[in-house]
């Protein structure tokens, strides 16, 4: 398996020698596979942008290596097949949507002479046509944060870096937004998002990791994140009897009682067994097991404060 | 060498597309109009010039003139030039800093390196272009006024554009220490209007202080900083047909423009943004 990002135990410390040093990242290590989307999640100052940064050469790392797209991050040219949308960016606002492109496509490195009709695309892919003429200094942020996102892949990067890309978008923009990530993947594109909008992320991302004061608390896939094992909601094929009820509040962690049906917290499969059988000595037949998903916000929320 | 260009380009292109370029370019097109209007209301015969009453044959009035004239604007021409240069550059490097513009062009295939040359050069090659516009149109309008085509009068457009080449490499590096357009101006300004003037004339306050100590600071501070009123005095020599007598004023201004280029990238290329 090919890594578009490989991250070996990063540590970046800001102003580490005066008394308020900070670090922002602390022996962090990570690997993105190439053709996923990923999300990065953590809360405000966690060291998400920190992270983005030193992959792209903006800050410096204290100790510790990162390759993107095989290459060293101290390797400068490997930045032509690298798209990114900072947060809070600022583009030079004399310029037009068009002539931004433009600008940036150069700047990357982008010498094809199909220039204009790739233009063209994005601006109609991030619905900014209407607006191309019009100086970036008159853009609303939204209108600034689809530009920015075509900047990020006028010059069709391999690997696009996107720090918060719904801030301040609008929810149908947001769904575009996600659907304009979801085909870059199809198209085999690795996408790395910074977000703190968790039902966002769970969305679209391949897999997950969640940041916490400069380490990683968590990685894995969506699903591994959101599927609570021990939780299962069961529905009943009728009404069941009070000495069931007593028999089950005895012996197992159950909770939200409804007429035909109960949510059962388990340790493993066999006791989720036992509760069956139960079920069954009581002619109870069973319409319905569901294992029960938690959004990601919910293990976000706990996962940080456990930490 | 292609990043460097592309770098150039766009530094260029940023400053048409700001508003100080436009204003060096009129007040130069606005001196020239002055010059103009003055050559056309006034014929040659009139000049009170020294030498007409003590006619030398088979000597040309005109271009006496015209050398007197070279000598009375090439002054405040220099002065001129070199403010509104310093003036139109030096909040290139502080935008290029601006928070959320630097971490893209970081994030970039260019190096830093090539980043800061790319912004020296563009700064350079608009303001060579600007006094290229004054200097050769003035050159021009002389020339007609008064058949005077000597070449020498357009070596003014070099010198001056190397004297702001060596300020503006120091405004490129005050620029990545402190991140302020108004310190590099008036740093620059400081030595322009009165620290190399007076270092100049530094054997005047050998004898105020009466120190040897003294004397080896202020001769050090002499050969640091940038000799631009010894090199305003050279344009002038020039163009009385005297020739550089003394190339030190311009070889340690350009080790200065050396030293502050190598310190920028060095310390451009280790900073975090
Ligand atoms: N240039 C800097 N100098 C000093 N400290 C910094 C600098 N940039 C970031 N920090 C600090 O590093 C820590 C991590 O910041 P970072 O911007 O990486 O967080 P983040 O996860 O992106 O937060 P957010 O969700 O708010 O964008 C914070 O404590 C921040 O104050
Ligand atoms: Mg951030």
């Known amino acids: 398996m090919i890594n578009a990002i490989e991250v070996n135990n990063l540590t970046k410390i800001y102003n580490p020698k005066s008394k308020n040093a900070v ?69 030079p606002n004399y310029l037009n949507g068009e002539d931004l492109l433009k600008y940036y496509a150069k700047l990357s490195g982008y010498n094809e002479n199909d220039l204009s009709k790739r233009i063209d695309e994005l601006l109609a892919l991030v619905k900014m046509n209407k607006w191309r003429k019009t100086k970036v200094k008159k853009y609303s942020k939204g209108m600034l944060q689809r530009i920015g996102l075509a900047q990020a892949l006028i010059h069709n990067p391999d690997l696009i870096f996107l720090d918060e890309p719904t801030d301040g978008v609008d929810p149908i923009g947001r769904k575009e937004i996600r659907d304009i990530l979801i085909s870059l993947k199809n198209e085999g594109k690795t996408i790395f998002v910074n977000s703190h909008l968790l039902s966002e992320v769970e969305l679209i991302s391949d897999r997950v990791a969640i940041l916490n004061n400069g380490k990683l608390i968590k990685e894995g896939s969506v699903e591994e994140f959101t599927t609570q094992k021990e939780v299962y909601e069961v529905k009943l094929n009728k009404e069941f009897d009070s000495d069931l009820i007593t028999n089950l509040l005895i012996s197992y962690e159950i909770f939200e009682f409804k007429k035909e049906s109960f949510k059962v917290k388990v340790k493993d499969e066999t006791e989720l067994d036992k509760i069956t059988d139960l079920l069954r000595q009581h002619d109870l037949g069973i319409r319905n097991l569901n294992n029960i998903k938690t959004s990601l916000e919910d293990i976000f929320i706990n996962l940080i404060n456990k930490n | 060498m292609n990043n460097i260009w592309v770098a150039t380009l766009l530094t260029i292109r940023e400053t048409f597309s700001r508003k100080i370029f436009i204003l060096f370019a009129g007040v130069s097109t606005l001196v020239l ?150 310190l590099a101006m008036m740093i620059s300004y400081l030595i322009l209007l009165i620290l190399s003037p007076i270092l100049a004339n530094r054997e005047f306050f050998y004898q105020l202080f009466e120190s040897k100590i003294a004397e080896f600071f202020i001769d050090g501070l002499y050969y640091f900083i940038p000799k631009t009123a010894e090199i305003s005095n050279i344009i002038s020599e020039i163009n009385v047909g005297m020739g550089i007598e003394d190339f030190q004023p311009i070889l340690s201004s350009f080790a200065f423009l050396i030293l502050n280029i190598a310190l920028s990238i060095i310390i451009f290329s280790k900073k975090d943004y």
């Open chain 1, 23 to 91: 670090t922002a990242l602390s022996d962090f290590s990570l690997t993105v596979e190439i053709g996923k989307i990923f999300g990065l999640l953590g809360p405000n100052g966690a060291g998400k942008t920190t992270l983005i940064k030193i992959l792209l050469g903006i800050v410096f790392q204290n100790s510790g290596n990162a390759k993107i797209l095989e290459e060293d991050i101290s390797n400068y040219k490997v930045r032509t097949r690298i798209g990114y949308l900072p947060e809070n960016h600022k583009f």
């Open chain 2, 33 to 182: 109009l002055l010059f103009g209007i003055l050559f056309i209301s006034v014929s040659a015969e009139n000049f009170p010039v020294v030498g007409t009453d003590i006619q030398i044959s088979g000597m040309d009035i005109g271009s006496e003139i015209s050398k007197a004239i070279k000598l009375f604007i090439v002054n405040p021409l220099y002065g001129l030039g070199i403010f509104l240069a310093i003036f139109s550059v030096s909040s290139i490097i502080p935008q290029m800093l601006e928070k959320g513009n630097i971490d893209l062009l970081l994030s970039k295939p260019i190096s830093r390196t090539q980043l800061i040359l790319g912004k020296f050069f563009g700064g350079n090659i608009v303001v060579l272009a600007n006094l290229t516009y004054l200097i050769f149109s003035l050159w021009l309008m002389i020339g007609i006024k008064f058949g005077d085509w000597d070449l020498t009068f357009l070596w003014s457009i070099v010198i001056i554009t190397f004297v702001f080449a060596v300020l503006y490499a120091m405004i490129i590096l005050i620029g990545i220490i402190s991140n302020s357009s108004i």
